[in-house]
């Protein structure tokens, strides 16, 4: 019996917190898909719109003809102009009216990458203090105790637990230096809805102003000139596109790496 209490007490003995139960595939997993979450919304709310809108516009100059200048209320050409503006129009209100609801769903998809931020920052500081903890307990163990082969396997376990802490600890380091990317890539394309929403919102009241003209049959020739002033939106576009790659790029090396924590 005397032989089996030392065991019994290292074995009762209080283990340090840790280590993390983080997955970092889980991590790349739930930021990917908030990452083609905000992507399809750029998609169909800015890509999608303004390819619309250029169709509209074509449409219309190709009814209505050259020649703005001068329209006579009650001509075709002018009921084209009218109904074009119209259309206009309230594309534009119906736009500015989503603007709220696509901020909210953009901002939500960030929160759900910030939260993984927040797991990852929680993991390496209870690894951080896990081997803390294991360092310590170490320096306390004394090879001439009551039971020194008890003391060395209790020391030999802390010696290879504290390396496989550190290695956990490097690993999650490098997954988290590639999850740095991940947010200025999202608010980029965020940056670039919100310019898409500005656009809109002012769109919105120049058509409306343009509509109003055309009733009060003033200055018609204002009506679709309008038109030329949003040319950059196609820009626009190209630049949410681009940013799309920056975000593929960045979920790329997330689940690369999520697959080398697997592996080692």
């Known amino acids: 019996m005397g032989f089996i209490i030392p065991y019994k007490k290292f074995f009762a003995s209080k283990s340090p917190p840790g280590p993390s139960r983080i997955r970092l595939d889980q991590v790349a997993g739930k930021t990917s898909q908030a990452m083609n979450g905000l992507k399809s919304l750029s998609e169909s709310f800015v890509v999608k719109n ?24 009650g001509t075709r050409k002018f009921d084209v102009v009218f109904r074009g503006v119209g259309i206009l129009r309230r594309f534009f209100v119906r736009i500015d009216k989503q603007s709220q609801g696509v901020q909210k769903q953009a901002r939500a998809f960030l929160a759900t990458v910030d939260a993984q931020r927040r797991l990852l920052d929680q993991a390496l500081e209870t690894e951080r203090c896990y081997l803390e903890a294991l360092l310590d307990e ?9 039971d ?3 003391e060395k396997v209790r ?4 010696d290879i637990r504290a390396r496989l802490c550190a ?29 898409f929403m500005f656009v809109a919102s002012h769109s919105a009241t120049v058509y409306d102003e ?8 003033r200055d018609l020739d204002m009506a679709l000139a309008t038109a030329d002033s949003f040319a950059s939106l196609d820009n626009l576009a190209q630049s949410v596109t681009k940013q799309w790659e920056s975000l593929n790029e960045v979920q790329k090396r997330l689940i690369e790496q999520s697959k080398n924590w697997e592996n080692e």
């Open 210 to 217: 343009a509509q109003r003209t055309l009733v009060m049959k």
């Open 50 to 73: 303004i390819a619309r809108y250029n169709r509209i516009v074509r449409t219309i100059r190709a009814l209505a003809g050259e020649g703005l200048i001068g329209l006579v209320a």
């Open 167 to 195: 290695e956990r600890i490097k690993m999650l380091e490098r997954f988290s230096l590639e999850f740095e990317r991940v947010r200025p890539a999202m608010f980029a394309l965020m940056e670039e809805m919100d310019r």
């Open 148 to 150: 020194p082969l008890a």
């Open 138 to 146: 170490n320096r306390g163990v004394k090879e001439e105790g009551p």
């Open 155 to 158: 020391q030999d376990a802390l």
